[in-house]
């Protein structure tokens, strides 16, 4: 939905199953469009799109893709960003670090990130800013030289190249947000803008790739490296990279008592990658790869000591902190959204990322997908209004 100074509001539908294009547009059929009856009836309902490579590449089809459009105006939907971090299948399996793969060391992920741009350009409004996100180029570990290889900047010098292309020629205004993430290439604001420096130092052009290419800021993300939501977006705006789209998502926080470490064994999951930092009074200790290595540790006492809390990258929903002793990061989102009504001019987008739900323990699961989205916007919507931006 659009909102009161011009941003545009979604959830992302990486909430819900989709690997193939059938199964995707299921999903907008049976929750998308139950959420958009209990949120937003009778204007037009915005949507943040996920599509893998298998749903991009049929939907690329000319026909399927008109097809698709038709069925946009027919429901007074519209979609202004998709996610292009993961690459294939995003439920149901193991995913983990294989989330970032393929990098943008491999042409796959230029491909892919492309056929996304072409999909946007027919489905945008007319007037209207496309975004697509995407990984912080690789993961730490795929690279243990500290060396990312050339390619990774070659791929999204030309990908800049193409989507400036695509602007001037639909008169659109595109990007792709790059979204730090822990452990990822890059994960904290100052390792972002380090890496982009390098980015835009390397293009024949500085100015073009500076317009297409910026933060998916993630303030799940952010938190769990214990950054100060307001200095790290100072630090994007007064570096000049543009703010693609802030996702709006919350991590969990926890003391480490013994009582807790036990409360966190229901976390722990097989699918998605539960990165957990360490801190003692605010400064890091530790970063863990995933949760049951966290726990592990701490039960083999190998951990550093001294840790007062930890924060682990498992999304947990907006509108309920998970309670019983552990807490979230929800603080961040709200610094974030007194940042952005400072600052309404310099981010379009907004989204809601809580797609951990089929994996959530079951007391902070909605018994329906519907439900837990639709109380996501509530709360959004709420806070939005506190600061003048619904």
Known sequence: ???????????????????????????????????????????PYAIGLRLGADAA???????????????????NAYVFTINGFPYGNFHGQ??????????????????????L????????????????????ASFKEF????????????????????????????????????EPEPLGWFETTPETLGFLKELFDRAKDPEMVRRRIGVNYDCCHLAIEREDAREGLDAIKQAGVR?????????????????????????????YLHQVITSQKGRILERIKDL????????????IPGADEWRVHFHVPLHASPGNGLGDTRQHVLDTLDWLEENPDTCRHLEMETYTWEVLPPELRSSEVVDQVAKEYEWTLNELNKRGLK
């Open 1 to 43: 939905m659009k909102l009161s100074k011009g941003q545009h509001l979604a959830y992302c539908t990486n909430v819900h199953r989709g690997n193939n294009w059938e199964e995707t547009f299921f999903s907008l059929e049976q929750y998308v469009l139950q959420v958009r009856k209990k949120i937003c009836p009778d204007t």
């Open 57 to 75: 590449r049929e939907l690329s089809n000319p026909e399927e893709l008109n097809r698709f459009r038709e069925w946009l105006d027919q429901q």
């Open 94 to 115: 193991r995913v983990k670090e294989e989330v970032y793969l393929p990098d943008w060391t491999d042409p796959k992920r230029l491909t892919y990130t492309l056929s």
């Open 117 to 136: 741009f072409h999909i946007l350009t027919t489905l945008l409004p007319v007037g209207m800013e496309g975004s697509v996100s995407t990984l912080p």
């Open 143 to 178: 690279h243990p030289a500290d060396k990312l290889p050339d390619s990774a900047y070659e791929n999204l010098l030309t990908c800049a190249e193409e989507i400036e292309r695509l602007s001037v020629e639909n008169d659109l205004d595109l990007h792709l947000g790059m």
């Open 243 to 271: 703010l693609s789209k802030l996702h709006l998502s919350s991590a969990l926080q926890v003391i480490p008592t013994p009582q807790n470490l036990e409360k966190l064994n229901t976390f722990v999951e097989p699918v």
């Open 292 to 303: 049951d290595r966290a726990l592990q540790s701490s039960n083999e006492g190998s951990l």
